[in-house]
T-cell receptor, first 112, second 110 residues
Framework: SQTIHQWPATLVQPVGSPLSLECTVEGTSNPNLYWYRQAAGRGLQLLFYSVGIGQISSEVPQNLSASRPQDRQFILSSKKLLLSDSGFYLCAFPLRSTDTQYFGPGTRLTVL | RKEVEQDPGPFNVPEGATVAFNCTYSNSASQSFFWYRQDCRKEPKLLMSVYSSGNEDGRFTAQLNRASQYISLLIRDSKLSDSATYLC???????????FGIGTKLQVIP
């Protein structure tokens, strides 16, 4: 079966510190992968998507970046976090037989 | 105008009540429609797809009205465990264009 792992589950970081969030998937090969952010009181915002290794599309300009070093690995990074980067970060891939998303458990990031 | 609009609520209803949520979308070319459920501090999970002919799953019924560009979710005989946020999701152009509503919070009260 298809599963998504994300870590860490929660993270508290100071402003200006770097960030690295990891997402790995199992049970599928060459999936499209997505990073979303859900800020408090706001809807899900698509940040990046990737159709394959080394292929990243950015939906929103910001101080975040993404990389896909392996087929089943998707990484979200930042060199310097801002307060506004706080939120719930979700990795996703397409559900079989549908054109919607299956989400991983998420990483809750608090920037202080 | 937002692409997908939902009343954020909260909707506070007693156990056993029937509650309905609506969601409107702006893109007439939208192709697929879904309702997700999100529990507090958890990831969203697919609840059901929405079809023009309607879709029923137990106590849950979803409807699509393409002419008026809205979708609805009806929950009958509400349970305490139905308390969650319900997200409306609209897709157009496949995986690259999936738009989520802000969600409607439901609180079922004993």
């Amino acid at each position: 079966s298809q599963t998504i792992h994300q870590w860490p589950a929660t993270l508290v970081q100071p402003v200006g510190s770097p960030l690295s969030l990891e997402c790995t998937v199992e049970g599928t090969s060459n999936p499209n992968l997505y990073w979303y952010r859900q800020a408090a009181g706001r809807g899900l915002q698509l940040l990046f998507y990737s159709v394959g290794i080394g292929q990243i599309s950015s939906e929103v300009p910001q101080n975040l970046s993404a990389s896909r070093p392996q087929d089943r690995q998707f990484i979200l990074s930042s060199k310097k976090l801002l307060l506004s980067d706080s939120g719930f970060y979700l990795c996703a891939f397409p559900l079989r037989s549908t054109d919607t998303q299956y989400f991983g458990p998420g990483t809750r990031l608090t920037v202080l | 105008r937002k692409e997908v609009e939902q009343d954020p609520g909260p909707f506070n209803v007693p156990e056993g009540a029937t509650v309905a949520f609506n969601c409107t979308y702006s893109n007439s070319a939208s192709q697929s429609f879904f309702w997700y459920r999100q529990d507090c501090r958890k990831e969203p999970k697919l609840l059901m797809s929405v079809y023009s002919s309607g879709n029923e799953d137990g106590r849950f019924t979803a409807q699509l009205n393409r002419a008026s560009q809205y979708i609805s979710l009806l929950i009958r005989d509400s349970k305490l465990s139905d308390s969650a946020t319900y997200l409306c999701v609209v897709t157009s152009g496949g995986y690259q264009k999936v738009t989520f509503g802000i969600g409607t919070k439901l609180q079922v009260i004993p």
